[in-house]
T-cell receptor
Framework: SAVISQKPSRDICQRGTSLTIQCQVD?????MFWYRQQPGQSLTLIAT?????????ESGFVIDKFPISRPNLTFSTLTVSNMSPEDSSIYLC????????????FGPGTRLTVL | LAKTTQPISMDSYEGQEVNITCSHN???????ITWYQQFPSQGPRFIIQ???TKVTNEVASLFIPADRKSSTLSLPRVSLSDTAVYYC?????????????FGGGTRLMVKP
């Protein structure tokens, strides 16, 4: 199974600042994703991180607020920009391994609190 | 995408069998049913996937009736460590975009 790490695991930030979350996978994968999980809620897909091109965002999420990079097949970052308390959530990255869309692997998540 | 409906929460006791049902009335021909488990402070992890009839692995069983409009995740003899949120997803695994929508999930509480 895939091993996915995220950094930081948690952070407390002031409103108006930005935070970049890193996601590293241990094998070359074709698809990486970013999700948000608000307290007590289910997961909501933010975007698909595309290698070498702009991310594909879901409805309600925009690049200016959540810029995403994916410089290679095993690494991606999500930035939460100009944060407000409403951005307090857990942010998770995930990947679907090459050739298999049956099982998605998730990182441990980054717990963000915005004051 | 097929919409799924699950109970919001369930309680059980250690040693009991737990059955969590998911409704997916508009499931498509190519759709599979996938269940994930999420512990507090962790990302979801895959439990089981099936297309029809019954699938069993070391963790759970998945029962799917002939019409495939629902499915039941069965956890045998639960322990306190099975306390988690369980998500049912329905989608065509040949299309990655179909495998990314999580429903509300069922919060299972196992009591001593």
């Amino acid at each position: 199974s895939a091993v996915i790490s995220q950094k930081p695991s948690r952070d407390i930030c002031q409103r108006g600042t930005s935070l970049t979350i890193q996601c590293q996978v241990d094998s070359q994968v074709t698809m990486m994703f970013w999700y948000r999980q608000q307290p007590g809620q289910s997961l909501t897909l933010i975007a698909t991180a595309n290698q070498g091109s702009e991310a594909t965002y879901e409805s309600g999420f925009v690049i200016d607020k959540f810029p995403i990079s994916r410089p290679n097949l095993t690494f991606s970052t999500l930035t939460v920009s100009n944060m407000s308390p409403e951005d307090s959530s857990i942010y998770l990255c995930s990947e679907l391994p090459t050739g298999s869309y049956n099982e998605q692997f998730f990182g441990p998540g980054t717990r963000l609190t915005v004051l | 995408l097929a919409k799924t409906t699950q109970p919001i929460s369930m309680d059980s006791y250690e040693g009991q069998e737990v059955n969590i049902t998911c409704s997916h009335n508009n499931i498509a021909t190519n759709d599979y049913i996938t269940w994930y488990q999420q512990f507090p402070s962790q990302g979801p992890r895959f439990i089981i996937q099936g297309y029809k009839t019954k699938v069993t692995n070391e963790v759970a069983s998945l029962f799917i009736p002939a019409d495939r409009k629902s499915s039941t995740l069965s956890l045998p003899r639960v322990s306190l460590s099975d306390t988690a949120v369980y998500y049912c997803l329905v989608g065509d695994p040949n299309n990655a975009g179909n495998m990314l929508t999580f429903g509300g999930g069922t919060r299972l509480m196992v009591k001593p």
